[in-house]
């Protein structure tokens, strides 16, 4: 079993910054991707960043060059620094992390911390 535990987020006024971590703990043997969805009122859980672990990065579209994700493979843990802020980022974002058990690949998830973001 893998734990995954997210902490940062809160309320931050358009044009700020705030920083994600996530952290996996448990019976790890090894992970594959990480990332980060977020879930608005109203829509669905949508894909704002992942990276491999290689450090190959996918980020949306609407969130390329604002934001950053990165890994310590050493801790298994993801961050998500979200820089340059606008309301449209409210949402609950969600960190997953694909562990590799030898013959199948789970994903894992953080319990969620609510980003808000004031115009």
């Known amino acids: 079993q893998v734990h995954m535990v997210q902490s940062g987020g809160g309320l931050v006024q358009a044009g700020g910054s705030l920083r994600l971590s996530c952290a996996a703990s448990?019976?790890?043997?090894?992970?594959?991707?990480m990332g980060w969805y977020r879930q608005a009122p109203g829509n669905q859980r949508e894909l704002v960043a992942s990276?491999?672990?290689?450090?190959?990065?996918n980020y949306a579209e609407s969130v390329k060059g604002r934001f950053t994700i990165s890994r310590d493979n050493a801790k298994n843990t993801v961050y998500l620094q979200m820089n340059s802020l606008k309301p449209e980022d409210t949402a609950v974002h969600y960190c997953?992390?694909?562990?590799?058990?030898?013959?199948?690949?789970?994903?894992?998830w953080g319990q969620g911390t609510q980003v808000t973001v004031s115009s």
């Open positions: 997953y992390a694909d562990h590799n058990a030898g013959s199948s690949t789970v994903r894992y």
């Open positions: 448990g019976s790890i043997f090894s992970i594959n991707a």
């Open positions: 990276i491999t672990s290689g450090g190959s990065t």
